[in-house]
């Protein structure tokens, strides 16, 4: 009987266990289902939003409102600006819109924009620098721009030649009021007889917007070399830490900003630099070789690398006497930011990947492989 009786306990005690378990099943797919529907919910309604965050304020207001991007303005301080002025519905979204489309080159100066713009067309607006019809000279200058082609760009957008530029930054009387105005940035360094250009770097890159047609040759070269200024000072603590010079600081970023095209890793480029001066290497750099022949070639070739100047780091090491072009805030950050890498070699394939090697034996093995091809056995 005692058996019989053990049996029916266990029977009930399984059945009530299985009753549990439908009942637990039961609350974990309600939970499931519930939490599906809120997360669906929450998708839905964040769609809704961004697109309508993404559509303009109001389609129906073609009034012009003027906007004033300041120079260097991070997308961050444009989608701020833009809500400031009831261009945008929400500054969050226009910057993640920004990245997810991944734009880049906004420039400075002032816009006429509506409230019945698209992001879309704010955006195109911002890359092309079209800027509102009251400004008379507008000078875009691009990272890595030698002072030959700023003078160029300055030639065919105002009234002054390129050889009128190019004598004003070699006047001593104007680089002695530039170093009297900028004393933290523009010094004795810049009058060296080895230098080539004496403001070479020191114009920074970016859109220059002037109001009025009779601004002079002297407002528009103070202008660039005041930005670059301002980029410098918050950099001088780093710069001095390094026991660099700004000459020098403004000489290594010209060559990061020469070598590295496009979207490259800057700071292992800048690596390499740091490691063959440490080594006592010379930089063998192409771009200081093409900047001594004074022109642009794809390929430098043998014959080149025989240039007998200071410019020329296959002959000579260390840095050579200036910057060789005008760098922007990715180089100069660069500069004093390198990576902590072994690489003393770096070359860029024609697709423009760039590839870093530790010894010459790995160097040519890139080379062979990207560059030149195998060679043929005779």
Do not use: C
């Not at 030649?161 to 170093?179: R, W």
């Not at 080149?304 to 002959?315: G, M, Q, R």
Request: no cysteine.
């Amino acid at each position: 009987m005692k058996h019989k009786s053990d049996k029916s306990s266990i029977h009930k005690t399984l059945l009530e266990r299985q009753e549990e378990a439908k009942s637990i099943r039961k609350i974990v797919i309600r939970i499931v289902l519930i939490t599906g529907i809120a997360l669906a919910l929450i998708a839905v309604t964040g769609i809704i939003y961004i697109q309508n965050a993404l559509s303009p304020v109001d389609s129906a207001d073609k009034k012009e409102v003027k906007v004033s991007i300041p120079l260097g303005s991070s997308v961050t301080g444009i989608a701020a600006e833009l809500k400031d002025e009831g261009l945008i519905k929400d500054a969050r979204v226009f910057k993640y819109y920004v990245k997810f489309k991944n734009e880049t080159g906004f420039q400075a100066g002032d816009y006429l924009m509506s409230r019945s713009m698209t992001m879309d067309d704010m955006i195109e607006l911002l890359k092309t620098g079209k800027m509102s019809e009251d400004v008379a000279i507008q000078l875009t200058v691009p990272e890595g721009h030698k002072l030959t082609q700023i003078a160029a760009i300055i030639e065919n957008n105002s009234e002054f030649s390129k050889e009128e530029v190019l004598k004003k930054v070699q006047d001593p009387e104007f680089i002695a009021s530039m170093k009297e105005k900028f004393p933290d940035t523009v010094s004795k360094e810049v009058d060296s007889k080895s230098v080539k250009y004496k403001l070479e770097g020191y114009l920074f890159p970016a859109t220059y917007p002037f109001k009025d047609p009779n601004t002079s040759l002297d407002a528009i070269l103070e202008k660039m070399i005041g930005e670059t200024d301002k980029r410098v000072k918050p950099l001088l603590p780093q710069i001095k830490e390094k026991k660099w010079t700004v000459h020098t600081f403004l000489t290594m970023s010209s060559l990061i900003e020469e070598e590295a095209t496009g979207q490259v890793d800057r700071q292992k480029i800048s690596s390499v630099f740091v490691n063959r001066i440490n080594q006592d290497m010379p930089l063998q750099t192409d771009p200081t070789v093409l900047y001594a022949l004074g022109e642009h070639k794809d390929r430098v070739t043998y014959d080149d690398l025989k240039v007998s100047s200071p410019y020329n780091t296959y002959k000579n090491k260390g840095l050579p006497p200036g910057p060789i072009s005008n760098s922007g805030t990715m180089s100069m950050e660069a500069a004093l930011q390198p990576d902590n890498t072994d690489y003393l070699y770096f070359l860029a394939s024609p697709e423009g990947k760039v590839y870093y090697s530790r010894t010459l034996k790995e160097h040519n093995q890139l080379k062979e492989k990207y560059i030149t091809g195998p060679r043929e056995e005779s």
